[in-house]
């Protein structure tokens, strides 16, 4: 008998849920963890593909290769349709992508003992914003992909309706939910009314009163801190002999995940030094030459994301640059952050404030905020938009297995 699946293919991590009597609907896929980080590592010297965790592990081992992360951000990008060279080969994206969601299958069907040939794929709300044929393109692309990687059949869903999906099935009264995904690399908003009578029904749409979102989450703030705190160390806003600033764009594609490996190349490297015969202050610039010629420009951003994630708890923070400068630490602040982030945070809550207006509701109406998503811990964002709405009660969804759980739920719901 066929099988379906929830997939839940993130920028940051991937899960896959099945529902099972008396079982977890996430399936574990690696080492017992039901979710696996959506990264990469290719060996130079030997024919090994890594995945999640022990590619990271073997990165940051010092194993000579190319780490590969964020790969969905490039969906709905000119990027899909790009190559890049690995293993002295060109690899087009979106075999890497299909590359890597096959092995999501793979690693759910061993923990499930069945073979999945249906799936419900998540999607954000926007691949693309503003842009309604690149987002169509974007979710075309994705269920090409998905069907090259062995799915028969796709159906898809907004991810924040897969976790208000999930939150539902917990529920003993209804109410009027604004679900606030924060991903890695969408923030993606639902208004939903919710009820356990309503959760079985078989048709939602009634139920769901406006979906909206942008195209920033986790790996922007993550872009925003490094720009205000390592790239300046690196040589950012420094300035020539001439008095012209530095050229700053090998340090906003190493800023970003999905771009960090064009930093590898020889033309960077050639740039970087044209520069540093010019520069002022060639300090900054031999820790960057150190950085491309040991490759760690990957390492950098786990110590900017890790100082995000520490700032969630904490006021000030270490992001240790030892790596780069033995002994070298950067200190970062709570308020330093919050300034870093402001753009794309006004743009997240002016998201919720559009929703609102599409719906026709005020915000005072809203119950429950549902927070939910790897990067909805964002202090800065949560008091923001809490402040936006406030009469909801603040309710913690499952931040990183809510939206695969949800799908699960979905695809009984289509396939039975």
Known sequence: ????????????????????????????????????????????????????????????????????????????TSMIEESTELMGRPVPFRDLL????????????AAAGVTF?????????????????????????????????GFAEIEFQFEPIAAAFNYEATMTAEALVLVADIGGGTSDFSLVRLSPDRANRADRRDDILANGGVHLGGTDFDQQLSLATAMPWLGLGGTLRNGKPMPSGYYFDLAAWHTIN??????????????????????????????????????????????????????????????????????VSRPAFDAAVEKPVARIEAAVRALLADAGVAAERVDTVLFTGGSSGVPVL?????????????????????????????ARRKFG
């Open 262 to 331: 064009r930093i590898y190349t020889r033309k960077a490297r050639a740039h970087v030094m044209d520069n540093y015969r010019d520069a002022a202050d060639t300090a900054p610039l031999d820790r960057l030459l150190r950085l491309i010629d040991d490759r760690s420009g990957h390492w950098l951003a786990m110590q900017v994301e890790e100082a995000k994630i520490a700032l969630s708890s904490s006021e000030v923070t270490e992001m240790a640059m030892d790596r780069i400068a033995p002994g070298q630490t950067l200190t």
């Open 117 to 149: 040939d249906r799936a419900v794929l998540g999607r954000p709300v926007h691949f693309i914003d503003d842009d309604p044929a690149a987002d169509r393109l974007a979710e075309d692309t994705l269920g090409e992909i998905a069907r090259a990687a």
């Open 98 to 109: 299909a590359h890597f969601i096959g092995e999501l299958k793979r690693r759910a069907e």
């Open 1 to 76: 008998m066929p099988h379906a699946c929830g997939l839940d293919f993130g920028t940051s991590n991937s899960t896959v849920g099945w529902l099972r009597p008396g079982q977890p609907t996430l399936l574990p896929l690696e080492d017992g963890r039901d979710s696996l980080p959506s990264v990469l590592f290719f060996h130079a010297e030997e024919p090994l593909i890594r995945y999640g965790r022990a590619a990271l592990a073997d990165y940051l081992a010092g194993y000579e290769g190319r780490m590969m992360r964020s790969l969905k951000s490039v969906l709905g």
């Open 382 to 410: 949560r008091e923001r938009l809490s402040a936006l709405l406030p009469a909801a009660r603040k309710v913690e969804g499952d931040r990183f297995g809510g939206i695969g759980s949800g799908l699960a739920l979905d």
